[in-house]
Structures are given as structure tokens and as C-alpha cells.
């Protein structure tokens, strides 16, 4: 069968370095930097003290007061951003075929900040169980694409994606399979989460996993440098809408960009370091690249996942080095 062609026509994002899509990549392009001090919880015990947060989201613009008290912080910000989407793409006033929309929606932990406050306050009670009846439907991590589609009513493929860091990226990439293996017109995708709690920074700080530099949060995050201590935990959430190329025409669309392929690949090594070789890295740019029909003349920007983590092993240093330079791709 013929492939359908899949564009962007809508974004949205709730980030640390602003509140909209516009204010993220100002900030972006001017090098701000959005770690700071936490503000969300007493971090006075705590070994890393700064984080990204998501700064001044007013879920009062979103929900009614008793409506927001459903949601998880990771729920209201991924409806925040799918927002900002849905009115850029024009889906409000041209409203697409409910069955033909659909929501995949990516978030590697859900609703953390919900879990953490009813098992505390479980702990401190006299066994009683005693729980919010909100408690499983705001933690469970495919809540946020639920409440997505009950808020315009798409009826098409509902899911979240869970593979960590990973999960937004298969989000867009599940997202555009369905679109263009025709099961789906239009989805919103992307991702949210919201762990900057005391169980994501004291759970990632047992790791050793977080920067402990709070003397200068903001030069913390230094993924390819030989003295980094770390990754520094963040918050926020970005939706694209992504769009049967034609469908989009028909309906005057602005149209962002395609989206020409799409490739997955596991390590399958160890438990947080990296393949020796690279073989991870190197195993999806390449089939992302099959996928495409594309070669490496044809890529101008890489975005990498720098997670920041401390140095082990020196020939990590050289496995990038040989990925990024020298391993052919074609």
C-alpha cells in the first residue's frame, strides 16, 4: 500500500524557559537557561537543590478550581500545551472528523506528586485506608492523553507511550505510523511530566544520577563535558499536531514542516550506561534513516540526547567521539 505523507500544523509547549511556544524558543535562541533554585518543596535536606520548573502555570487559564483538583500536575500542563496546538493549527473553528483525531500522548512517569501525596499521607494515618478516589485515575501515566481527548472530543487512537527519556519521541513517531498507514487524519502528540517532587529528586539523587552544582544551576547541565556531575531534573510538556499532508491542504492548513521517517532501536547493554560502540545510537539514526529514504547529506541538524551523566569510563568519551565523527551511516 502507499505510504500517506505526515506534516506539523500545530504547537504547543509549557516549558521552563517560557509559557508558549513563542517565549520557548526566545528563550532558546538567547541561551536562557531554566535552572534555578526549587520552589515546589523544602529541598533544605535534599543533596541537589535547583531543578527545572515550569515557572508562573496558572492552571485557573485551563480548569475551574474543582476541575484542576482532578488532574495531576502532568495532566494539566500536557492540556495546557495541546491548547496552545489546537488553536494554532485552527482545529477549534475547523473542527475535524472526532473519529479520525486522535491522542498519543508520551510521559515516562505520570502522575508522581499525586502517588507521593496519598502514600504519605497513607503512612501517617492508623492504617485505615483512607485514599482520594482520584487517586489511580490522576497517577496512571495514560491519563494525561484521556484527558486530552475528553477536552475536544476525539474519538480516534488513545494512548501513552512509556520509554523514559524516550517516550515523547515515540509518541510522535507511533503518531506518525497511524497517520500515514491511514488509520488516523489528524493526532496530537507529544508528551509531559512533572516529578520535580521530593520522590524524582530524591530517587534520581540516590542514582547519583542529578548535578549536585547548586552554586550555578544554571551551567549544571553539561552533557559532553569531561566534568559533568550529572542531568538536572526538569518539568513541562510540548504537543505537535500532526497531519495527513492532504487533509491538511484541503483545510488550509499552515503547514510547519514533514515529518519523513521514524526509527527505534534498544542498547540492550546495562541499565543507564551506554553501548561501548554506540550500538544504540548508531542502530536508530540508521534505521530512521531507511525509513526516510534518506543519506547523511541529507541531515543539517542533530538534536542529541545528552543526559549528563557522570563519566564511568573513559571510552564513553571515545564511543561518542566515534559516533558522531567517524561511524558512517549510509
Known amino acids: 500500500m502507499e505510504l500517506k505523507r505526515v506534516v506539523i500544523t500545530g504547537m504547543g509547549a509549557q516549558t521552563p524557559l517560557g509559557n508558549n511556544v513563542a517565549d520557548y524558543w526566545q528563550g532558546l535562541l538567547s541561551g536562557v537557561s531554566g535552572a534555578a533554585p526549587i520552589t515546589l518543596f523544602d529541598v533544605s535536606r535534599f543533596k541537589t537543590r535547583f531543578a527545572c520548573e515550569v515557572k ?4 485557573g487559564k485551563y480548569f475551574d478550581r474543582k476541575e484542576a483538583r482532578k488532574l495531576d500536575r502532568f495532566s494539566q500542563l500536557a492540556v495546557a500545551a495541546c491548547e ?21 500522548w508520551g510521559s515516562g512517569i505520570g502522575g508522581l506528586r499525586t502517588f507521593l501525596d496519598e502514600v504519605m499521607s497513607y503512612a501517617r494515618g492508623d492504617g485505615t485506608p483512607r485514599f482520594n478516589p482520584f487517586f489511580i485515575p ?6 494525561a492523553a484521556g484527558h486530552i481527548s475528553m477536552r475536544y472530543g476525539y474519538r480516534g487512537p488513545n494512548f501513552c507511550t512509556v520509554s ?3 517516550s515523547s519521541t515515540n509518541a510522535i513517531i507511533d503518531s506518525f505510523n497511524y497517520i500515514r ?13 512533572a516529578a520535580v ?14 548535578s549536585e552544582r547548586n552554586d550555578d544551576p544554571a551551567t549544571a547541565s553539561r552533557p559532553f563535558d569531561l566534568d559533568r556531575d550529572g542531568f538536572v531534573l526538569g518539568e513541562g510538556s510540548g504537543c505537535l499536531i500532526l497531519e495527513e499532508l492532504e487533509h491538511a491542504k484541503a483545510r488550509g492548513a499552515k503547514i510547519y514542516a514533514e515529518v519523513a521517517g521514524g526509527g527505534m532501536s534498544a542498547d540492550a547493554y546495562h541499565l543507564t550506561a551506554t553501548h561501548p560502540e554506540g550500538l544504540g545510537a548508531y542502530n536508530v ?13 541529507d541531515i543539517d541538524y542533530i538534536n542529541v540526547h545528552g543526559t549528563s551523566t557522570p563519566v564511568g569510563d573513559p571510552s564513553e568519551v571515545k564511543a561518542i567521539c566515534k559516533l558522531l565523527g567517524r561511524m558512517p551511516l549510509d
Open 84 to 104: 496552545e496546538a489546537v488553536i494554532d493549527a485552527g482545529l477549534l473553528e475547523n473542527k475535524p472528523d472526532p473519529d479520525r483525531t486522535g491522542v498519543i
Open 181 to 193: 498507514l491511514g488509520m488516523a487524519d489528524i493526532i496530537l502528540c507529544g508528551g509531559s511530566e
Open 138 to 143: 490522576k497517577m496512571i501515566a495514560d491519563i
Open 56 to 59: 508562573d502555570f496558572d492552571p
Open 197 to 210: 517532587n521530593e520522590a524524582g529528586i530524591g530517587g534520581f539523587g540516590a542514582m547519583h544520577a542529578l
Open 285 to 297: 539514526m540508521r534505521n530512521a534513516l531507511k525509513d526516510a529514504e534518506m543519506t547523511t547529506a
Open 164 to 166: 523514559a527519556c524516550a
